[in-house]
């Protein structure tokens, strides 16, 4: 029987906390499996994929990289996502194209904060992953001490399948403990060489073996079967039975390395290849129709289906990156845009390479392309067979929660900064523009100072326009503190002509999500009606409540969103003749922002949780400089002989940290923050809040 082509792709994503190691896992992957052949530095601006001028001036990855390589009779097509947290919507699209992710750590630092979150991104996509304990190389690297922290801090079955040779500098290679094989890097050595597990190690890999099929044995029915039978596992059996596990997400496999050095990336090829699933190992996609949810699988022959996921203006045109889902897209192929509902022209559609794009004639389900001609396809859109419509469910988008006023130096330049601030939100949905109503000005709001700040450098550097940044400023909600009840609001129009008749009594009270991601302050609406004897009818409760949706746009406080309350209608009453929805709409409008008038509001801004490590000497500083930002200290310790430090901090106050905690710490000093949620801010931001 012919294998399906398709058995052999992996759609690999690479994540982690800033600064892992990603892009320099990347480098060596395309450098390993031949695609480049010379091996860049972050440091140097030599990489593939932070090819972005200000990547390469910042040292970090920015835009999420897409990457085709061949490794063992295998395609990867590889994704390089960035660690910044201002970024994390970058991954979040990213995410959803992808079948399997390597999840980078640092062997000193063990789990950050920000790899917890992209770790809990993946869980929520369902993508399975293998993990990467890097810079083993580095002095206080410990691959146990990272393995506790990940079956701590993330609590999946870490399932070790190398025991590292040698450490720190003198880390040269590890144990295969699947095949029982020692490979070892020699210094400017560009391969492994393999050979048998070094005596020395001979007793501490085979109890490690052993306690890697115990756990396996554990979690996997058929290795058990062979475990009690044989008391122990052959190699073919441990390697089936991690793919399984992968794959169900009941153990995750730890590899280690030093991407620096050049050690260990054929190996996590092998486990990539080995463990992860390909397109058709994966459940097939859900999109819906004019109301109704259809399902289509990995088959080339099925109607075409695609999600964009990433828009890039290049020197060769305007790319759009494609996961294909279902079917085959062939250039000069006319597709659907099932969101806009346009048709779109593909022109060409490319492998992207390292250093350069191969045409293709066509892409078939299952692969990651990039394709030029399509006008107005964005970050999100889905492109169907236009005889078979079907839209896919675009990434989440997380809302903007800091923004800046934006202004051309020279007055003639103000269209051309609009229509640059246009094309950056085309390429990333995380950004926002808006006209500020009140003072006129052109408002960009992003994911945090960084995003911004990095948006703006743009639009100087690629549309070579002067622009003025005012100071940063942060997304305010509102939320009742204590809400009223029996509100009676009245809306009546009877003075000739079609009269406007709807009354309503509301009870406003604050109310609280439950589950993990909306337990904090301000989450939520929720809207009831309590109306006895159909005193109002459906229609006009379900009309209310579209009022009450509408008047949570802005609370009495300052204009803000308003989250975090539930709404009872209690009784209302209606006329024969001049009620109707849009009556009730109104009513349901203006009574709640009376209502939300007459209630004890408070004003939120959002907090975020700061990861802060310094030398041990500059404790002292960073508290007091924490405290005076209005940060709450959760926790202190050490790690690898720095002090780290976490605290509670709203945003607001978190403007020009980096550069200070630089300055203060001679440049020792980083800090990671993600953000939480919302908090009662102070009285005195209620006059400044706007
Ligand atoms: N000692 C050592 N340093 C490494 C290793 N891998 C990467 N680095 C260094 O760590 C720094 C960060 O590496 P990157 O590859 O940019 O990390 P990243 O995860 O892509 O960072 P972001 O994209 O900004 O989140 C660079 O200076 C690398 O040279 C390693 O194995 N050992
Ligand atoms: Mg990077």
Redesign the pocket.
């Known amino acids: 029987m012919r294998t399906n082509p398709l058995a052999t792709v992996r759609n690999l994503g690479i994540l ?10 990347t480098e060596r992957i395309l450098y390993t499996t031949g695609t480049t052949h010379k091996r860049g ?3 140097d601006g030599t990489t593939v994929t ?1 090819f972005d001028p200000q990547e390469r001036d910042r ?3 920015i835009f999420a990289a897409a990457v085709s390589c061949s490794w063992d009779g295998h395609r990867i097509n590889l994704i ?1 996502t ?3 947290v201002d970024f994390a919507d970058e991954v979040e699209r990213s995410l959803r194209v992808l079948d399997g992710a390597v999840a ?1 750590f640092d062997a000193v630092a063990g789990v950050e904060p920000q790899s917890e979150s992209v770790w809990r991104q993946a869980d929520r996509h369902g993508v399975p992953r293998i993990a990467f304990v ?5 002095t206080g690297a410990d691959l146990d001490t990272a393995v506790a922290s990940i079956r701590e801090r993330l609590h999946p079955a870490p399932l070790v399948v190398q025991l590292p040779i040698g450490a720190e500098h003198r880390f040269t290679g590890v144990v295969d403990l699947v095949r029982m094989r020692a490979l070892v890097w020699a210094d400017g050595a560009e391969t492994a060489g393999e050979g048998p597990v070094p005596d020395a190690l001979r007793e501490e890999a085979a109890r490690r073996r052993r306690l890697l099929e115990e756990a396996v044995a554990e979690r996997h029915p058929a290795a058990l079967e062979e475990f009690c039978d044989r008391e122990t596992l052959t190699a073919a059996t441990l390697a089936a039975a991690l793919r399984d596990l992968t794959r169900t997400g009941d153990g995750v496999v730890v590899l280690c390395g ?4 050049n050690r260990g990336v054929e190996p996590l090829l092998d486990a990539v290849v080995a463990y992860l699933p390909s397109p058709l190992d994966v459940p097939p996609v859900h999109g819906t129709h004019d109301g109704t949810e259809e399902e289509r699988t990995a088959d080339p022959a099925a109607p075409m289906a695609a999600l964009a996921f990433k828009v890039n203006a290049t020197p060769t045109g305007r790319l759009t990156y494609l996961r294909v889902y279902s079917g085959t897209i062939e250039k000069g192929d006319t597709v659907w845009d099932a969101g806009t509902r346009r048709t779109e022209r593909v022109g060409r559609i490319l492998r992207v390479r390292a250093d350069r794009h191969d045409p293709l004639d066509r892409a078939v389900a299952g692969d990651i392309v990039a394709v030029v001609g399509l006008k107005s396809a964005r970050a999100g859109s889905t492109l169907c067979a236009p005889g078979a419509p079907l839209l896919l469910e675009p990434p989440g988008v997380a809302e903007p929660v800091v923004h800046v006023a934006v202004e051309a130096r020279r007055s003639t330049d103000t269209d051309r900064l609009a229509s640059a601030l246009a094309r950056l939100t085309e390429e990333d949905p995380s950004l926002a523009v808006r006209t500020d109503p009140e003072t006129g000005q052109t408002v960009l709001s992003g994911m945090g100072e960084l995003h911004l700040e990095v948006a703006m450098e743009r639009v100087r550097r690629e549309f070579g326009l002067e622009v003025s940044v005012g100071r940063p400023g942060v997304a305010y909600r509102e939320t009742v503190g204590e809400g009223v009840t029996g509100f009676v609001h009245r809306h009546v129009k009877q003075d000739g002509g079609a009269g406007q008749f709807a009354h309503v009594v509301l009870d406003v009270e604050p109310w609280e999500a439950d589950g993990d991601e909306a337990t904090e302050r301000g989450a939520g609406f929720v809207f009831r009606s309590t109306v006895a004897g159909g005193r109002v009818p459906q229609e006009y409760v379900r009309a209310v409540e579209a009022g009450c949706r509408d008047a949570l746009a802005e609370g009495p406080l300052g204009g803000h969103p308003v989250t975090g309350l539930r709404v009872t209608l209690t009784d209302g009453q209606t006329h024969v003749k001049d009620s109707s929805d849009t009556a009730f709409r109104t009513a349901g409008r203006f009574g709640l922002r009376d209502a939300l008038r007459a209630s004890a509001m408070v004003l939120l801004e959002p907090v975020v949780d700061v990861t802060v490590t310094v030398p041990e000497d500059a404790v002292g500083g960073v508290l007091g400089d924490l405290a005076a930002r209005r940060g709450r200290v959760t926790g202190s310790g050490t790690r690898g002989g720095a002090a780290v430090v976490t605290a509670t901090v709203p945003l607001a106050e978190l403007f020009g940290y980096a550069t200070r905690l630089r300055s203060r710490t001679q440049g020792r000093g980083t800090f990671t923050a993600r953000p939480t949620g919302y908090a009662p801010a102070p009285a005195t931001a209620v006059t400044t809040a706007r």
């Open positions: 982690a906390h800033v600064d892992a190691g990603k892009t320099t896992v530095e972050v440091h932070d040292g970090i990855t390089d960035p660690g910044h980078v890097n810079k083993m190389d580095r030093s991407a620096y050095r």
